[in-house]
Every structure is written in structure tokens, then in C-alpha cells.
């Protein structure tokens, strides 16, 4: 089992920045790909950006990129989602969840965070 417990989320204006947190207990958290997911209100939990064990591979959805930046410190026990640039349509609940590869599709991860929210004012 892996527990993942995330942190960072606030209230932004349009433009500014976050930095997400997710740390990890339980199983090596070295051994597991991240990634980072986001669900609004009424809409399907869609991918935002993944990385693997090393940190040496990195995916990003196509709204995200440019903008945000996944970074994991395995020392620690923790994935970071660095959040800039930030617009009302980020406006979501942000998830972490932790897996065998790196992928942008739910059911390929195994465990998952409860989430932490995150809005963004215009």
C-alpha cells in the first residue's frame, strides 16, 4: 500500500503561481511512477502531468504545458506540481496518484490522494 496525502492547494488570483505537494508512506516511493490529475466541478478527472521513477521522463496535457513543471524528490518522498501562469480554468481539485509506469490515463495508477483543492480568481 502506498498513502499519498497532498498539500499546497489555495485560492490564486489569474496569473499568479502554486506549488503543489504530495508526499508519500508506505511502499518505496522510488519505485512508483507520479503523476498529477485534476477534476472541476461536473467534468470527468482529466491528466495534467506525469513523471517517472527517476524524474528523467516527464508528460504533460497540452493545457498545462509551458506552464506547470512535475519535479520529484525521492529523498523525501515527494512530487511537486509547480503551478504558474495560472488561469480560472485551473480551477480544480488536484490529485496525485501513484503508479507502475509513467502514463495519462486513470486506470493505470494504482493509488491516489484525496486531493486538494485548488482556485483560481479572475
Known amino acids: 500500500q502506498v498513502q499519498l496525502v497532498e498539500s499546497g492547494g489555495g485560492l490564486v488570483q489569474a496569473g499568479g503561481s502554486l506549488r503543489l505537494s504530495c508526499t508519500a508512506s508506505?511502499?518505496?516511493?522510488?519505485?512508483?511512477?507520479m503523476g498529477w490529475f485534476r477534476q472541476a466541478p461536473g467534468k470527468e478527472r482529466e491528466f495534467v502531468a506525469t513523471i517517472n521513477w527517476s524524474g528523467g521522463r516527464t508528460s504533460y496535457a497540452d493545457s498545462v504545458k509551458g506552464r506547470f513543471t512535475i519535479s520529484r524528490d525521492n529523498a523525501k518522498n515527494t512530487v511537486y506540481l509547480q503551478m504558474n501562469s495560472l488561469k480560472p480554468e485551473d480551477t480544480a481539485v488536484y490529485y496525485c496518484a501513484a503508479g507502475a509506469f509513467i502514463a495519462t490515463m486513470t486506470e493505470e495508477y494504482d493509488y491516489w490522494g484525496q486531493g486538494t483543492q485548488v482556485t483560481v480568481s479572475s
Open positions: 508506505g511502499r518505496t516511493f522510488a519505485n512508483y511512477a
